[in-house]
């Protein structure tokens, strides 16, 4: 039971995507548990046929909802650090960062990106709720008088 969630972290880096994830799964395993069809779901057939029959095997009719709700608990004690960019990144980017990420701050189980359309190359993040901007726009509010007194020099 407790293999279960690092099985379903390991290539899986976003909030957004955990969550899609998991009730891909549950459905997957509710269709395989209770009904005849083990038909995969369109969307990460690829990421469920991935986890190998070894990991289903942990799933039975008496303990699917216990253990759901275990993981369910679980991913609600994760870290999450949360990183606006400036633009949008690619879909293929997100894995780098994520595996960045982890490598980098070992307790940081998951990240969400968010768009700041207002962020000047660089980023912000949000991690135990402290906001850490590391953008330009930052620097230029930190230096936004001394900005202002020279432009003024420039006017006379």
């Known amino acids: 039971m407790n293999d279960i969630l690092p099985i379903i972290l390991n290539e899986t880096y976003t909030q957004t995507q955990?969550?899609?994830r998991l009730r891909l799964l549950k459905a997957y395993i509710d269709s395989?548990?209770?009904s005849s069809g083990q038909k995969l779901v369109e969307q990460d057939s690829?990421?469920?046929s991935s986890l190998g029959e070894s990991f289903y095997q942990n799933f039975t009719k008496e303990n699917f909802h216990n253990l759901f709700e275990k993981i369910e608990k679980q991913i609600d004690a994760l870290n999450l650090l949360?990183?606006?960019l400036p633009i949008?990144?690619?879909d293929k980017e997100i894995p780098m960062l994520g595996k960045k990420v982890r490598l980098?701050?070992?307790q940081v189980s998951l990240i969400?990106?968010?768009l700041d359309p207002t962020l000047i190359a660089g980023c912000a993040l949000i991690f135990g709720g402290l906001y850490k901007d590391y953008s330009i726009r930052s620097k230029i509010q930190e230096k936004r008088m001394e900005i202002l007194s020279t432009l003024k020099g420039f006017l006379r």
């Open 32 to 34: 395989r548990l209770f």
């Open 46 to 48: 690829y990421w469920i």
């Open 82 to 84: 949360i990183v606006y």
């Open 18 to 20: 955990l969550k899609r």
């Open 104 to 106: 980098m701050f070992n």
């Open 112 to 114: 969400e990106i968010k």
């Open 88 to 90: 949008e990144l690619p």
